[in-house]
């Protein structure tokens, strides 16, 4: 169906042309060449490093002194201390895993010649066929959702035989060897460290001897007859009409005894696909997740554009996070760079958590998992991190995470100016743990809060009841920056450290909020005193002089006041705090984003579609989804050339995922909002999308949704829910009260 796939007519020539496929555990990026054809391939838990300590190696740090250089307003001699004794060293980095060659023999293309490429977002298989008069060249692609392995296929005409030549490479170090009579095994190791791209140093990958993770692809070709023979480092292949290639891979990622036998059932395993048969299957599974959810919107090019959009984010979800997988990163699971842009780790101030906003509300809640394992992983690291630098009971992690679970600072050998600006922020704990209680509102798995989420989001409490410290009648974090924004202090020079940054309260008031929601479910009243005493004295919102909502404890300007991160509005989004009803706080965040702009990167669109969204003005979140879908085939890094490439993948620029993900979550904010046992109905409906239909959205409480519009009015509302409840529903200016009985729907339809 051309509505919901990617059509090109000509091959890829970049990286950001070609198409992405995926399970979870393995990606390929496919350019659809024939001749000389590039699939570059990703293994999710491919990183470097082992797990090392990355703390700075100050166990002495004295909080004392630096918070009296805060309150001081000495914010440059705390950026100073901060960065001599606090701040520590890199994370580590995703890593490409091979890329496997493709040359197929065919005639050269002339004005006779046909091609299409299409990436069907429905069954997840790419398809490819190339016509040159008579004869036709078919290609047929998919990751496999039920086996981990890449299936490829090719076709010709009766009359025409393939010949081709397969090679497998890494740029990791490794060895590659044949087995079987048409096998291919590469075998390397991952480097002990490499340095993010923005850091200089004279040895940027560092490999030592038995160190590192150890990984395997496997591939193998299957024909009906003809001659497969090896050479060299190739196979070479000459057959009538059929080729398969079959391609898999393992690492020794937290299973370093089993790598062997892991390798050596791999390689079994793809000796003995059956094509069609896997096919099936991978389709089967796809669509057990794809078709959980539709959506509709009336017919415009624009709209169809936005529409493929919103379902390109679901297919990436999909093929990039499942139960069983690693969480995705700033690229997903899509890396071809040995030094990725931002090493391709889980930067926690935003864009991780991005990636997720759709999971629960989109029906996709089992891909919610890789992320809060994540979680669960990096809050044993932050244990440590907790007692070593800080001196403090329970868990804490910072804006940049790793497979490992890193948990501490970075920045420590940054050469910029100032890395206290985006390292010194022990605040991803709390957001993170924000996860952990959605994922239970929209499933409501008692089991999974008391045995999983719940100890998390104990020891994340335990921690900042610790680090808050009295000010002024209040309590106050600090030190604290506003994520990567600076400020000017009273004599005008520019600094990032300070106290009670309105995102640090932002956090902790949701994240105190859900412990005690949390404790009441769980007959639990451990800290409960001690939360509730700290929520009557945390900050109030303030509104600055220019009408905003104040970023920091103090009134100060912003050095720039276009910045990317709109960190200050977290309350209003994706936080619950700010609703309509204060109107005053309403206006002012409203203030901010004009204040802000609609330029930025392509995540950061995203982000204030979602904030217009919740300000009920879907016209001008629908302004900034049409600016992120600007067509851009930038690669250097900007901070307002935000787009999409042309394989529809968002645009910072470089490539993030991120971006993709905020694009959907934005559209399911302008169509459906929750608030405590509320949903409102199309709050911020563009004029544009006068008629659409949704199917099988989430709300809180594991209710399913079903409406459908007509002119900006809902015309049918379906609901349905696990267990008996009542809520408040708004629609049409209307609002009704309503008893949901369990198993039964609630069925609505107006005039």
Known sequence: MDRLALIFDKPAEAWNEALPLGNGTMGAMSY?????????????????????????????????????????????????????????????????????????KEPIQNGNSFYRRELCLTNATEKIEFCQDDLIYQREFFVSMSEPVMAIHYHTSPNCNLEMSITLESEIKHKSAFFAENGIILEGQAPIYVAPPYY??????????????????????????????????????????????????????KQKELFFSKRNCMMENIQHIQYEKQKKAHMDVYANYFDRMHLDINYTPDNELALKMFHYARYLMICSSVPGSQCTNLQGIWNH????????????????EMNYWIAEKANLSDCHMPLLELIERTSKKGEKTAQDVYHLAGWVSHHNLDIWGHSSPVGQFGQDENPCTYSMWPMSSGWLCCHLWEHYCYTLD??????????????????????????KGYYVTAPSTSPENTFLAPDMTTHSVTFASTMDISILRELFGLYLKACEILGV???????????????????????????????????DINHRHISHLF????GNQIHKENEPLIEACRTSLERRGDKGTGWCMAWKACLWAKLGDGNHALTLLKNQLRLTREEACSLVGGGIYPNMLCAH??????????????????????????????????DEWKDGMAEGVKAPGNITLNFKWKEKRVTEINLKSPIDAKLVILYNGMEEEIVLNAGSSYQKTLI
């Open 32 to 104: 659809g060449r024939f001749q000389n054809e590039r699939i570059e391939l990703n293994l999710d838990s491919l990183w470097s490093g082992n797990g090392r300590n990355k703390e700075n190696p100050n166990k002495n740090v004295d909080w004392d002194l630096f918070r009296k250089h805060i309150f001081a307003g000495d914010y440059q001699g705390a950026e100073n201390y901060c960065k001599e004794n606090v701040l520590g060293d890199w994370t580590e980095s995703y890593l490409p895993a091979g890329t496997l060659s493709i040359n197929v």
């Open 200 to 253: 200089s140093c004279e040895v940027p990958v560092v490999y030592e001897e038995g160190q590192g993770i150890r990984f395997a692809i496997g591939l193998y070709v299957q024909t009906n007859g003809g001659n497969v023979y090896q050479q060299a480092d190739k196979l070479f292949i000459n057959t009538p009409n059929d080729v398969y290639i079959y391609v898999s891979g393992v690492t020794d990622f």
């Open 337 to 352: 760079h040995m030094r990725a842009p931002w090493s391709s780790n889980y930067t926690v101030n935003i864009n991780t």
């Open 446 to 471: 008692e089991a999974f809060l008391k045995k999983k989420a719940f100890p998390i989001i104990q020891g994340a409490v335990e921690f900042y009841l610790g680090y808050l410290v009295p000010y």
């Open 525 to 559: 009243e451990d800290f409960t005193n001690a939360v509730k005493n700290v929520l009557q004295k945390l900050p109030a919102y303030k509104i600055g002089k220019e009408g905003q909502l104040q970023e920091w404890f103090y009134d100060y300007p912003e050095a």
């Open 571 to 574: 309350g209003l989004y994706p």
């Open 653 to 686: 620029p470089p490539f993030q995922i991120d971006g993709n993900f905020g694009f959907a979550a934005a559209v399911l904010e302008m169509l459906v909002q929750y608030e405590e046992q509320k949903i409102v109905f199309l709050p911020a409906l563009p």
